[in-house]
Protein backbone atom coordinates (compact mmCIF):
# COMPACT_ATOMS: atom_id res chain seq x y z
CA UNK A 1 0.00 0.00 0.00
CA UNK A 2 0.84 3.46 -0.57
CA UNK A 3 0.36 4.32 2.83
CA UNK A 4 3.06 2.06 3.99
CA UNK A 5 5.65 3.55 1.26
CA UNK A 6 4.98 7.23 2.90
CA UNK A 7 5.23 5.68 6.10
CA UNK A 8 9.09 4.38 5.25
CA UNK A 9 9.77 7.60 3.45
CA UNK A 10 9.19 9.95 5.77
CA UNK A 11 11.16 9.04 8.20
CA UNK A 12 14.24 8.31 5.94
CA UNK A 13 14.11 9.89 2.10
CA UNK A 14 17.13 7.99 1.46
CA UNK A 15 15.32 4.38 1.40
CA UNK A 16 15.68 2.73 -1.93
CA UNK A 17 13.17 0.78 -3.45
CA UNK A 18 15.02 -2.44 -3.08
CA UNK A 19 14.78 -1.74 0.56
CA UNK A 20 11.36 -0.52 0.67
CA UNK A 21 10.58 -4.05 -1.04
CA UNK A 22 12.25 -5.92 1.75
CA UNK A 23 10.25 -4.12 4.23
CA UNK A 24 6.95 -4.14 3.02
CA UNK A 25 6.99 -7.46 1.12
CA UNK A 26 5.58 -5.85 -1.97
CA UNK A 27 7.67 -6.15 -5.08
CA UNK A 28 10.30 -3.55 -6.50
CA UNK A 29 8.45 -2.42 -9.08
CA UNK A 30 5.40 -1.88 -8.08
CA UNK A 31 6.93 0.20 -4.79
CA UNK A 32 8.67 2.19 -7.70
CA UNK A 33 5.57 2.77 -9.18
CA UNK A 34 3.26 4.02 -6.41
CA UNK A 35 6.29 6.29 -5.91
CA UNK A 36 6.83 7.95 -9.21
CA UNK A 37 2.47 8.28 -8.95
CA UNK A 38 2.87 9.75 -5.57
CA UNK A 39 5.64 12.19 -6.98
CA UNK A 40 3.49 12.69 -10.04
CA UNK A 41 0.30 13.40 -7.82
CA UNK A 42 1.80 15.66 -5.53
CA UNK A 43 1.61 13.40 -2.61
CA UNK A 44 5.20 13.47 -2.14
CA UNK A 45 6.53 17.01 -2.35
CA UNK A 46 10.39 16.73 -1.83
CA UNK A 47 13.44 14.47 -0.22
CA UNK A 48 15.02 17.03 1.84
CA UNK A 49 17.55 16.52 4.82
CA UNK A 50 16.94 17.97 8.72
CA UNK A 51 19.86 20.23 9.18
CA UNK A 52 21.21 20.87 12.67
CA UNK A 53 22.28 24.49 11.60
CA UNK A 54 23.57 24.97 15.07
CA UNK A 55 26.47 22.20 14.27
CA UNK A 56 27.01 23.88 11.16
CA UNK A 57 28.99 26.73 12.41
CA UNK A 58 26.38 28.79 10.19
CA UNK A 59 24.70 32.17 11.07
CA UNK A 60 21.26 32.10 11.39
CA UNK A 61 18.58 33.04 12.89
CA UNK A 62 14.70 31.71 13.25
CA UNK A 63 11.47 33.66 13.98
CA UNK A 64 7.79 32.83 14.75
CA UNK A 65 5.71 35.91 13.75
CA UNK A 66 2.12 36.24 14.02
CA UNK A 67 0.66 38.10 11.42
CA UNK A 68 -3.08 39.60 11.70
CA UNK A 69 -4.88 40.15 8.28
CA UNK A 70 -7.66 42.62 7.21
CA UNK A 71 -9.54 41.48 4.89
CA UNK A 72 -9.57 42.64 1.46
CA UNK A 73 -12.27 43.66 -0.77
CA UNK A 74 -12.25 40.76 -3.47
CA UNK A 75 -9.34 39.17 -1.97
CA UNK A 76 -9.23 36.47 0.01
CA UNK A 77 -6.70 35.56 3.31
CA UNK A 78 -5.23 32.87 1.17
CA UNK A 79 -3.88 35.36 -1.90
CA UNK A 80 -2.51 37.67 1.33
CA UNK A 81 -0.62 34.32 2.42
CA UNK A 82 0.43 33.80 -1.02
CA UNK A 83 2.05 37.30 -0.74
CA UNK A 84 3.77 36.09 2.60
CA UNK A 85 4.62 32.77 1.49
CA UNK A 86 6.42 33.14 -2.34
CA UNK A 87 9.32 35.27 0.13
CA UNK A 88 12.57 32.48 0.77
CA UNK A 89 12.39 33.77 3.90
CA UNK A 90 9.33 32.57 4.80
CA UNK A 91 10.08 28.96 5.83
CA UNK A 92 6.33 27.71 7.11
CA UNK A 93 3.24 29.85 6.26
CA UNK A 94 -0.29 28.28 8.11
CA UNK A 95 -3.28 29.53 8.44
CA UNK A 96 -4.81 29.51 11.79
CA UNK A 97 -7.18 30.03 14.79
CA UNK A 98 -7.45 32.66 17.82
CA UNK A 99 -6.46 36.33 17.96
CA UNK A 100 -3.61 36.43 14.82
CA UNK A 101 -4.63 34.44 11.41
CA UNK A 102 -1.55 33.53 10.11
CA UNK A 103 1.84 32.13 11.47
CA UNK A 104 4.88 32.50 9.62
CA UNK A 105 8.02 30.97 10.56
CA UNK A 106 10.88 33.04 8.96
CA UNK A 107 15.19 31.96 8.85
CA UNK A 108 16.79 35.21 8.04
CA UNK A 109 21.01 35.47 8.67
CA UNK A 110 20.55 37.65 12.15
CA UNK A 111 18.27 39.36 13.42
CA UNK A 112 18.49 42.64 11.29
CA UNK A 113 17.49 40.87 8.20
CA UNK A 114 14.57 39.36 10.22
CA UNK A 115 13.51 42.96 11.41
CA UNK A 116 14.00 44.31 7.82
CA UNK A 117 12.03 41.39 6.91
CA UNK A 118 9.45 42.31 8.95
CA UNK A 119 9.34 46.42 8.56
CA UNK A 120 9.89 46.47 4.99
CA UNK A 121 8.35 43.68 3.50
CA UNK A 122 5.71 41.56 5.59
CA UNK A 123 4.09 45.00 7.56
CA UNK A 124 3.79 46.55 3.53
CA UNK A 125 1.62 44.29 2.41
CA UNK A 126 -1.86 44.94 1.44
CA UNK A 127 -4.27 43.57 4.53
CA UNK A 128 -1.50 42.89 7.17
CA UNK A 129 -2.85 44.52 10.26
CA UNK A 130 -0.55 43.69 12.79
CA UNK A 131 2.72 41.39 13.11
CA UNK A 132 4.12 39.65 16.42
CA UNK A 133 7.25 38.75 16.12
CA UNK A 134 9.28 36.28 18.63
CA UNK A 135 12.91 35.14 17.82
CA UNK A 136 13.07 31.50 18.18
CA UNK A 137 16.13 31.04 21.15
CA UNK A 138 16.71 27.48 21.00
CA UNK A 139 15.33 24.49 19.12
CA UNK A 140 14.40 21.24 20.38
CA UNK A 141 12.73 19.59 18.04
CA UNK A 142 11.97 19.58 14.61
CA UNK A 143 9.86 18.11 12.62
CA UNK A 144 9.98 15.25 14.65
CA UNK A 145 13.32 14.78 15.13
CA UNK A 146 15.12 15.85 18.50
CA UNK A 147 17.89 18.27 17.81
CA UNK A 148 20.04 17.24 20.65
CA UNK A 149 20.28 15.97 24.07
CA UNK A 150 18.57 12.68 23.17
CA UNK A 151 21.44 10.34 24.91
CA UNK A 152 21.32 6.48 23.72
CA UNK A 153 20.60 4.05 26.11
CA UNK A 154 22.58 1.10 26.60
CA UNK A 155 22.18 -2.13 26.88
CA UNK A 156 22.71 -4.36 29.75
CA UNK A 157 23.95 -7.72 29.54
CA UNK A 158 20.75 -9.70 30.30
CA UNK A 159 19.46 -13.61 30.63
CA UNK A 160 16.42 -13.94 28.52
CA UNK B 1 40.21 -37.21 55.15
CA UNK B 2 36.83 -37.62 54.41
CA UNK B 3 35.33 -36.90 51.22
CA UNK B 4 32.71 -34.17 52.76
CA UNK B 5 35.58 -32.32 54.19
CA UNK B 6 37.76 -32.08 50.90
CA UNK B 7 34.26 -30.95 49.46
CA UNK B 8 34.25 -28.82 51.90
CA UNK B 9 37.82 -27.49 51.74
CA UNK B 10 37.22 -26.82 47.53
CA UNK B 11 33.62 -24.95 47.97
CA UNK B 12 33.73 -22.03 50.74
CA UNK B 13 30.37 -21.77 50.86
CA UNK B 14 27.62 -24.40 50.73
CA UNK B 15 25.45 -23.93 47.61
CA UNK B 16 21.98 -25.52 47.68
CA UNK B 17 21.18 -28.68 45.56
CA UNK B 18 18.47 -26.96 43.79
CA UNK B 19 20.65 -24.09 42.59
CA UNK B 20 23.43 -26.39 41.41
CA UNK B 21 20.60 -28.48 39.73
CA UNK B 22 19.74 -25.30 37.59
CA UNK B 23 22.13 -24.90 33.99
CA UNK B 24 23.57 -21.43 33.88
CA UNK B 25 22.00 -19.75 30.83
CA UNK B 26 23.35 -20.49 27.18
CA UNK B 27 22.47 -17.26 27.04
CA UNK B 28 24.37 -15.60 29.41
CA UNK B 29 27.51 -17.37 28.14
CA UNK B 30 27.22 -15.20 25.11
CA UNK B 31 26.57 -12.00 26.41
CA UNK B 32 29.28 -12.33 28.58
CA UNK B 33 31.41 -13.04 25.90
CA UNK B 34 29.89 -9.63 24.38
CA UNK B 35 30.40 -7.16 26.98
CA UNK B 36 33.47 -7.09 26.59
CA UNK B 37 33.66 -6.34 22.77
CA UNK B 38 33.42 -3.11 20.38
CA UNK B 39 31.07 -2.95 17.26
CA UNK B 40 28.86 -5.69 18.05
CA UNK B 41 25.61 -5.70 16.33
CA UNK B 42 23.20 -7.52 18.80
CA UNK B 43 20.81 -9.75 17.75
CA UNK B 44 20.48 -11.42 20.83
CA UNK B 45 18.66 -9.59 23.68
CA UNK B 46 15.33 -10.56 23.71
CA UNK B 47 13.96 -7.11 24.22
CA UNK B 48 12.42 -3.62 22.45
CA UNK B 49 14.63 -1.46 20.94
CA UNK B 50 12.55 1.21 21.88
CA UNK B 51 12.02 3.08 25.13
CA UNK B 52 8.60 2.99 26.52
CA UNK B 53 6.61 5.72 25.29
CA UNK B 54 6.85 9.03 26.64
CA UNK B 55 3.37 9.31 27.74
CA UNK B 56 3.88 6.65 30.07
CA UNK B 57 6.87 7.24 31.20
CA UNK B 58 5.30 10.77 32.08
CA UNK B 59 2.58 8.64 34.08
CA UNK B 60 5.27 7.56 35.83
CA UNK B 61 7.18 10.22 36.73
CA UNK B 62 3.96 12.55 37.91
CA UNK B 63 3.36 9.44 40.66
CA UNK B 64 6.97 9.73 41.85
CA UNK B 65 6.62 13.83 42.28
CA UNK B 66 3.17 13.83 43.97
CA UNK B 67 4.68 10.64 46.31
CA UNK B 68 2.93 7.56 45.22
CA UNK B 69 5.79 5.91 46.62
CA UNK B 70 4.17 3.42 49.25
CA UNK B 71 3.71 -0.27 48.89
CA UNK B 72 0.52 -1.50 46.85
CA UNK B 73 -2.13 -3.75 47.84
CA UNK B 74 -0.39 -7.02 47.50
CA UNK B 75 -2.54 -7.96 44.41
CA UNK B 76 -1.72 -4.90 42.53
CA UNK B 77 -3.49 -1.94 42.64
CA UNK B 78 -7.31 -2.14 41.98
CA UNK B 79 -7.53 0.22 39.23
CA UNK B 80 -4.68 -2.03 37.28
CA UNK B 81 -6.57 -4.96 37.94
CA UNK B 82 -9.80 -3.56 36.86
CA UNK B 83 -8.05 -2.31 33.09
CA UNK B 84 -6.47 -5.54 32.79
CA UNK B 85 -10.02 -7.23 33.40
CA UNK B 86 -11.59 -4.73 30.73
CA UNK B 87 -8.78 -5.35 28.44
CA UNK B 88 -8.78 -9.07 28.58
CA UNK B 89 -12.75 -8.62 28.43
CA UNK B 90 -12.01 -6.15 25.03
CA UNK B 91 -10.03 -8.56 23.56
CA UNK B 92 -11.08 -11.81 23.82
CA UNK B 93 -14.46 -11.72 25.89
CA UNK B 94 -12.99 -13.73 28.86
CA UNK B 95 -14.45 -12.30 32.03
CA UNK B 96 -12.40 -12.46 35.21
CA UNK B 97 -13.12 -10.54 38.43
CA UNK B 98 -10.23 -8.23 39.21
CA UNK B 99 -10.64 -8.64 42.83
CA UNK B 100 -10.32 -12.35 42.93
CA UNK B 101 -8.84 -13.55 39.65
CA UNK B 102 -5.93 -11.48 39.08
CA UNK B 103 -2.76 -11.08 40.34
CA UNK B 104 -0.49 -8.06 39.44
CA UNK B 105 3.10 -9.50 39.24
CA UNK B 106 7.12 -8.43 38.96
CA UNK B 107 7.09 -9.77 35.19
CA UNK B 108 5.66 -12.42 33.53
CA UNK B 109 8.68 -14.52 35.29
CA UNK B 110 7.48 -14.21 38.58
CA UNK B 111 4.21 -15.05 37.56
CA UNK B 112 5.77 -18.34 35.74
CA UNK B 113 7.49 -19.22 39.36
CA UNK B 114 4.70 -18.40 41.31
CA UNK B 115 2.47 -20.38 39.55
CA UNK B 116 5.34 -23.41 39.59
CA UNK B 117 5.08 -22.72 43.04
CA UNK B 118 1.10 -23.00 44.07
CA UNK B 119 0.37 -25.94 40.99
CA UNK B 120 3.03 -28.21 41.55
CA UNK B 121 3.53 -30.73 44.46
CA UNK B 122 7.37 -32.43 43.99
CA UNK B 123 7.81 -35.11 41.03
CA UNK B 124 4.76 -33.80 39.30
CA UNK B 125 5.44 -33.07 35.63
CA UNK B 126 4.89 -30.29 33.59
CA UNK B 127 4.68 -30.80 29.79
CA UNK B 128 5.69 -28.10 27.46
CA UNK B 129 7.26 -27.65 23.74
CA UNK B 130 11.43 -27.95 22.71
CA UNK B 131 12.61 -25.35 22.23
CA UNK B 132 11.17 -22.82 24.16
CA UNK B 133 12.04 -20.03 26.92
CA UNK B 134 14.82 -20.75 28.77
CA UNK B 135 13.26 -20.04 31.55
CA UNK B 136 10.37 -22.68 31.52
CA UNK B 137 11.90 -25.76 32.58
CA UNK B 138 14.04 -24.06 35.49
CA UNK B 139 11.42 -22.78 36.92
CA UNK B 140 9.61 -26.31 37.56
CA UNK B 141 12.90 -27.63 38.24
CA UNK B 142 13.02 -24.86 41.28
CA UNK B 143 9.37 -25.79 42.36
CA UNK B 144 10.89 -29.62 42.61
CA UNK B 145 8.72 -30.15 38.81
CA UNK B 146 9.61 -32.62 36.63
CA UNK B 147 10.04 -30.80 33.31
CA UNK B 148 8.58 -32.91 30.13
CA UNK B 149 9.90 -31.84 26.89
CA UNK B 150 7.99 -32.52 23.75
CA UNK B 151 9.72 -32.46 20.53
CA UNK B 152 8.23 -29.40 18.00
CA UNK B 153 9.64 -29.28 14.67
CA UNK B 154 10.40 -26.43 11.88
CA UNK B 155 7.76 -28.46 9.22
CA UNK B 156 5.02 -28.66 11.39
CA UNK B 157 5.30 -24.61 12.38
CA UNK B 158 6.94 -25.60 15.71
CA UNK B 159 3.25 -26.38 17.18
CA UNK B 160 2.82 -28.37 19.62
CA UNK B 161 0.94 -31.34 18.78
CA UNK B 162 -2.37 -32.56 21.37
CA UNK B 163 -1.40 -35.93 20.15
CA UNK B 164 2.14 -36.09 21.14
CA UNK B 165 0.96 -34.09 24.30
CA UNK B 166 -1.41 -36.92 25.19
CA UNK B 167 1.34 -39.67 24.75
CA UNK B 168 3.42 -38.14 27.80
CA UNK B 169 0.62 -37.64 29.81
CA UNK B 170 1.09 -39.59 33.36
CA UNK B 171 -0.18 -40.05 36.51
CA UNK B 172 2.17 -37.50 37.47
CA UNK B 173 1.03 -34.73 34.84
CA UNK B 174 0.07 -31.35 36.05
CA UNK B 175 -0.11 -29.03 33.54
CA UNK B 176 0.84 -28.32 30.26
CA UNK B 177 3.02 -24.71 29.51
CA UNK B 178 2.12 -22.98 26.30
CA UNK B 179 4.38 -20.21 25.10
CA UNK B 180 2.79 -19.00 21.67
CA UNK B 181 3.93 -16.65 19.81
CA UNK B 182 7.01 -18.51 20.96
CA UNK B 183 10.41 -17.28 22.29
CA UNK B 184 12.44 -18.40 20.43
CA UNK B 185 10.71 -19.53 17.12
CA UNK B 186 8.21 -16.84 16.93
CA UNK B 187 5.69 -19.29 15.93
CA UNK B 188 2.08 -18.73 16.55
CA UNK B 189 -0.48 -21.78 17.48
CA UNK B 190 -3.60 -21.80 14.82
CA UNK B 191 -6.77 -21.90 17.05
CA UNK B 192 -7.80 -25.28 16.26
CA UNK B 193 -4.44 -26.51 17.00
CA UNK B 194 -5.23 -24.45 20.31
CA UNK B 195 -8.56 -26.34 20.56
CA UNK B 196 -7.68 -29.73 20.29
CA UNK B 197 -5.26 -29.43 23.15
CA UNK B 198 -8.39 -27.16 25.16
CA UNK B 199 -10.39 -30.97 24.43
CA UNK B 200 -7.51 -32.48 26.04
CA UNK B 201 -7.25 -30.51 29.18
CA UNK B 202 -10.99 -30.76 29.30
CA UNK B 203 -10.73 -34.59 29.28
CA UNK B 204 -7.92 -35.27 31.43
CA UNK B 205 -8.86 -32.39 33.85
CA UNK B 206 -5.34 -30.82 33.71
CA UNK B 207 -4.43 -27.28 33.67
CA UNK B 208 -2.95 -25.12 31.06
CA UNK B 209 -0.45 -22.35 31.51
CA UNK B 210 -0.36 -20.17 28.95
CA UNK B 211 2.17 -17.91 28.53
CA UNK B 212 0.55 -14.82 26.40
CA UNK B 213 3.38 -11.70 26.62
CA UNK B 214 4.11 -11.53 22.69
CA UNK B 215 0.41 -11.76 22.40
CA UNK B 216 0.21 -8.33 20.93
CA UNK B 217 3.19 -8.71 18.75
CA UNK B 218 1.83 -10.78 15.50
CA UNK B 219 1.84 -10.39 11.73
CA UNK B 220 -0.76 -10.76 9.24
CA UNK B 221 -2.57 -13.73 12.00
CA UNK B 222 -4.52 -13.58 15.11
CA UNK B 223 -3.55 -14.42 18.69
CA UNK B 224 -5.74 -16.21 20.22
CA UNK B 225 -5.95 -16.26 24.18
CA UNK B 226 -5.95 -19.76 25.17
CA UNK B 227 -8.57 -18.89 28.33
CA UNK B 228 -10.90 -17.70 25.37
CA UNK B 229 -11.46 -21.42 24.33
CA UNK B 230 -14.90 -22.81 25.11
CA UNK B 231 -14.49 -23.97 29.02
CA UNK B 232 -11.20 -23.03 29.07
CA UNK B 233 -11.22 -20.10 31.74
CA UNK B 234 -11.25 -22.84 34.56
CA UNK B 235 -8.18 -24.51 33.59
CA UNK B 236 -6.13 -22.03 32.38
CA UNK B 237 -3.64 -20.05 34.10
CA UNK B 238 -3.17 -16.76 31.93
CA UNK B 239 0.09 -15.35 32.03
CA UNK B 240 0.81 -11.26 30.60
CA UNK B 241 2.48 -8.69 30.87
CA UNK B 242 3.36 -5.12 29.53
CA UNK B 243 7.19 -5.94 28.39
CA UNK B 244 7.20 -6.39 24.99
CA UNK B 245 4.20 -4.90 23.64
CA UNK B 246 4.67 -1.58 25.58
CA UNK B 247 8.90 -1.70 25.49
CA UNK B 248 8.16 -1.43 29.31
CA UNK B 249 10.74 -4.65 30.08
CA UNK B 250 12.31 -2.52 32.65
CA UNK B 251 10.20 -1.79 34.92
CA UNK B 252 9.03 -5.51 35.30
CA UNK B 253 5.29 -5.61 35.36
CA UNK B 254 3.62 -8.83 34.71
CA UNK B 255 0.19 -10.78 35.43
CA UNK B 256 -1.31 -13.60 36.40
CA UNK B 257 -5.48 -14.55 35.59
CA UNK B 258 -6.63 -17.90 36.83
CA UNK B 259 -9.60 -19.39 38.99
CA UNK B 260 -9.59 -17.47 42.27
CA UNK B 261 -8.30 -20.60 44.10
CA UNK B 262 -5.11 -20.70 41.98
CA UNK B 263 -4.65 -16.70 42.43
CA UNK B 264 -5.32 -17.03 45.97
CA UNK B 265 -2.35 -19.69 46.36
CA UNK B 266 -0.28 -17.41 44.47
CA UNK B 267 -0.31 -14.44 46.24
CA UNK B 268 0.12 -16.16 49.25
CA UNK B 269 3.75 -17.07 47.64
CA UNK B 270 3.79 -13.08 46.39
CA UNK B 271 3.20 -11.41 49.47
CA UNK B 272 5.96 -13.28 51.72
CA UNK B 273 8.68 -13.57 48.21
CA UNK B 274 7.77 -10.36 46.75
CA UNK B 275 4.73 -7.85 49.00
CA UNK B 276 4.09 -5.98 45.34
CA UNK B 277 4.65 -4.93 42.17
CA UNK B 278 6.56 -1.65 42.38
CA UNK B 279 3.71 0.96 42.67
CA UNK B 280 5.34 3.34 39.72
CA UNK B 281 5.69 0.75 37.55
CA UNK B 282 1.55 -0.19 38.03
CA UNK B 283 1.17 3.43 38.05
CA UNK B 284 2.90 3.31 34.12
CA UNK B 285 1.45 -0.10 33.16
CA UNK B 286 -2.37 1.53 33.74
CA UNK B 287 -1.31 4.09 31.68
CA UNK B 288 -0.13 1.94 28.86
CA UNK B 289 -3.50 -0.19 28.86
CA UNK B 290 -5.40 3.44 29.41
CA UNK B 291 -3.50 5.55 27.02
CA UNK B 292 -3.23 5.50 23.35
CA UNK B 293 -3.23 2.51 21.51
CA UNK B 294 -1.14 4.22 19.09
CA UNK B 295 2.07 3.69 20.07
CA UNK B 296 1.69 -0.21 20.21
CA UNK B 297 0.56 -0.13 16.65
CA UNK B 298 3.76 1.57 15.38
CA UNK B 299 5.91 -0.70 17.28
CA UNK B 300 4.08 -3.74 15.55
CA UNK B 301 4.53 -2.04 11.87
CA UNK B 302 7.73 -1.00 12.40
CA UNK B 303 8.72 -5.03 13.93
CA UNK B 304 7.27 -6.13 10.91
CA UNK B 305 9.14 -4.15 8.24
CA UNK B 306 12.10 -5.37 10.04
CA UNK B 307 10.73 -8.91 10.04
CA UNK B 308 10.43 -9.25 6.75
CA UNK B 309 13.79 -7.79 5.73
CA UNK B 310 15.42 -9.75 8.12
CA UNK B 311 13.37 -13.13 7.20
CA UNK B 312 14.22 -12.66 3.14
CA UNK B 313 18.11 -11.31 4.16
CA UNK B 314 18.48 -14.72 5.75
CA UNK B 315 17.24 -17.11 3.43
CA UNK B 316 18.94 -14.57 0.49
CA UNK B 317 22.56 -16.10 2.30
CA UNK B 318 20.53 -19.86 1.82
CA UNK B 319 19.83 -20.22 5.78
CA UNK B 320 16.52 -21.15 5.41
CA UNK B 321 14.16 -19.44 7.77
CA UNK B 322 10.55 -20.64 8.83
CA UNK B 323 7.91 -17.70 8.55
CA UNK B 324 7.78 -15.94 11.96
CA UNK B 325 3.84 -14.73 12.10
CA UNK B 326 4.64 -13.38 15.85
CA UNK B 327 7.49 -11.68 18.61
CA UNK B 328 10.46 -10.33 17.57
CA UNK B 329 12.65 -13.13 16.56
CA UNK B 330 13.84 -15.01 13.36
CA UNK B 331 14.96 -18.85 13.95
CA UNK B 332 16.97 -19.58 10.87
CA UNK B 333 18.23 -23.40 10.62
CA UNK B 334 22.41 -22.95 10.04
CA UNK B 335 22.26 -26.79 9.13
CA UNK B 336 24.19 -26.25 5.91
CA UNK B 337 27.25 -24.77 7.47
CA UNK B 338 27.96 -28.08 8.81
CA UNK B 339 28.03 -26.35 11.81
CA UNK B 340 26.24 -27.28 15.15
CA UNK B 341 24.44 -23.57 16.47
CA UNK B 342 27.16 -23.23 19.58
CA UNK B 343 30.04 -22.93 17.00
CA UNK B 344 28.26 -21.96 14.67
CA UNK B 345 27.33 -18.19 17.06
CA UNK B 346 30.58 -18.84 18.57
CA UNK B 347 32.49 -18.21 15.58
CA UNK B 348 29.73 -15.39 13.86
CA UNK B 349 30.69 -13.61 17.12
CA UNK B 350 34.35 -13.86 16.91
CA UNK B 351 34.68 -13.35 13.12
CA UNK B 352 31.84 -10.71 12.17
CA UNK B 353 30.77 -9.56 15.27
CA UNK B 354 27.37 -10.40 15.57
CA UNK B 355 25.37 -11.83 18.53
CA UNK B 356 22.87 -14.63 18.15
CA UNK B 357 21.98 -17.10 20.50
CA UNK B 358 22.01 -20.53 19.72
CA UNK B 359 19.02 -22.80 19.23
CA UNK B 360 20.60 -25.54 21.40
CA UNK B 361 19.73 -22.91 24.57
CA UNK B 362 16.28 -23.43 24.30
CA UNK B 363 16.23 -27.03 24.22
CA UNK B 364 17.54 -30.09 21.80
CA UNK B 365 15.38 -29.33 19.32
CA UNK B 366 16.64 -26.07 18.84
CA UNK B 367 20.16 -27.45 17.48
CA UNK B 368 20.62 -26.88 14.01
CA UNK B 369 19.25 -23.52 14.44
CA UNK B 370 20.09 -20.06 15.93
CA UNK B 371 17.50 -17.15 17.24
CA UNK B 372 17.98 -13.77 15.75
CA UNK B 373 16.13 -10.85 17.48
CA UNK B 374 14.62 -8.48 15.07
CA UNK B 375 13.88 -5.60 17.58
CA UNK B 376 16.96 -3.48 16.54
CA UNK B 377 17.67 -0.91 14.47
CA UNK B 378 16.94 -1.92 10.30
CA UNK B 379 20.81 -0.33 9.61
CA UNK B 380 21.59 -2.69 12.35
CA UNK B 381 19.49 -5.94 10.53
CA UNK B 382 20.92 -4.86 7.00
CA UNK B 383 24.95 -4.50 8.16
CA UNK B 384 24.23 -8.09 10.08
CA UNK B 385 23.29 -9.45 7.05
CA UNK B 386 26.02 -8.49 5.32
CA UNK B 387 28.45 -10.13 7.69
CA UNK B 388 26.32 -13.00 7.80
CA UNK B 389 26.63 -13.45 4.06
CA UNK B 390 30.06 -13.10 4.31
CA UNK B 391 30.52 -15.62 7.46
CA UNK B 392 28.33 -18.33 5.07
CA UNK B 393 29.93 -18.01 2.09
CA UNK B 394 33.39 -18.47 3.62
CA UNK B 395 32.06 -21.42 6.19
CA UNK B 396 29.81 -23.22 3.30
CA UNK B 397 29.52 -26.57 3.44
CA UNK B 398 31.90 -26.66 6.60
Known sequence: ?160 | MSVQTRVQQHRKHHISRRANRLSPSGIRKFFDLLSGMEGVISLGVGEPDFATPWHIREAAIESIEKGQTMYTSNSGTPELRKEVARQLRADYGVDYDPVSEILITVGVSEALDLTMRAILDPGNEVILPDPSFVAYPSSVILAEGVPVSIPTYENKNFEINAGDIESRITRKTRAILLGYPSNPTGAVMSRPKLAEIADLAYDKNLTVLSDEIYARLTYGVEHTCFASLPHMKEHTILLGGFSKAYAMTGWRIGYAAAPAEIIAAMTKIHQYTMMCASSMGQVAALEALKGDQDCVREMVEDYNRRRLVIVKGLCDIGLSCFEPKGAFYAFPSIRRTGMNSEDFAEKLLAEEKVAVVPGSAFGACGEGYVRCCYATSLADIEEALRRMKRFVGKHRGG
Open chain 1, 1 to 160: MLKDILKILENDARARPKQISDMTGMPQTEVTRLIKQAWQDGVILKYKAIVNWDKAENEHVFALIEVKLEPQKDVGFDSIAERIYRFPQARSVYLVSGTYDLFVLVLGKNNHEIANFVSQKLSHIDGVKATNTQFILKRYKEDGEIIEGLEEVKRQPVVL
